[in-house]
């Protein structure tokens, strides 16, 4: 789900070799001013006296070189689809001795959808001349589709889906155009 990738240490100075020979030209300093000045301390003070030299060293070389620690980050979440089913009173008409309604109801409860909705967020809207997530809050005398987009557009703007399925007979009889609202 989250995951780090591509973590890569780069550094930002421009003469990367100056710096490392201070580097090398620092650490003999210090081993040299180590053995030179090296009072009676007891023998715990001297290993932490050498410690922090070391470590006085490499904060200074960490200083000069400037390092960039840089990596991507991933976010992975199932595909979103938000379908549109037609619910206007067209659908009713029968072709075939099926009705629209019926052609549809069957495509919802094949083995194709079902493995869709497996792998896939899918979110249902109902429309006729308006927008609504139950079928039964629908107007089913017209068919407005620019509307329908324009409201789902609107219902989305937070969280858009990855993908629109818009299962309908394809006659808009009200309402702004549905080419135009689909440009926009």
């Given amino acids: 789900m989250l995951g780090l990738k ?3 240490l780069d550094f930002l100075t421009h003469v990367p ?3 490392w020979l201070a580097l090398i030209g620092l650490l003999a300093l210090a081993i040299l001013l180590y053995y030179r ?3 009676p301390l007891p023998k715990y003070l001297r290993i932490l006296m050498g410690v922090l030299r070391v470590v006085a060293v490499l904060a200074l070389a960490a200083a000069l070189l400037e390092p ?3 990596y991507n980050r991933e976010f992975e979440r199932p595909r ?5 089913l037609d619910q206007s009173a067209s659908m009713e008409k029968v072709e075939s001795e099926k009705s629209r309604t019926a052609r549809l109801d069957s495509l919802l409860s094949s083995d194709a959808y079902a493995r869709l909705k497996g792998t896939t967020e899918i979110q249902i809207y109902y429309f006729g001349d ?3 997530e139950s079928s039964d809050k629908v107007r089913e005398d017209r068919t407005a589709l620019g509307d329908v ?3 789902l557009k609107t219902k ?3 969280q858009p889906a990855d993908l629109w399925m818009l299962m309908t007979d394809g006659r808009s009889n009200a309402g702004r155009a549905p080419l135009e609202a689909a440009r926009g």
Avoid: F, G, K, Q
Avoid at 80 to 84: K, N, P
């Fill in 6 to 8: 591509h973590l890569s």
């Fill in 130 to 132: 308006n927008l609504a």
């Fill in 156 to 158: 989305e703007m937070t």
């Fill in 37 to 39: 000045t090296n009072p």
């Fill in 80 to 84: 979103r689809i938000s379908i549109l």
């Fill in 17 to 19: 070799v100056l710096v």
């Fill in 149 to 151: 987009i324009d409201a």
């Fill in 68 to 70: 960039v620690l840089s």
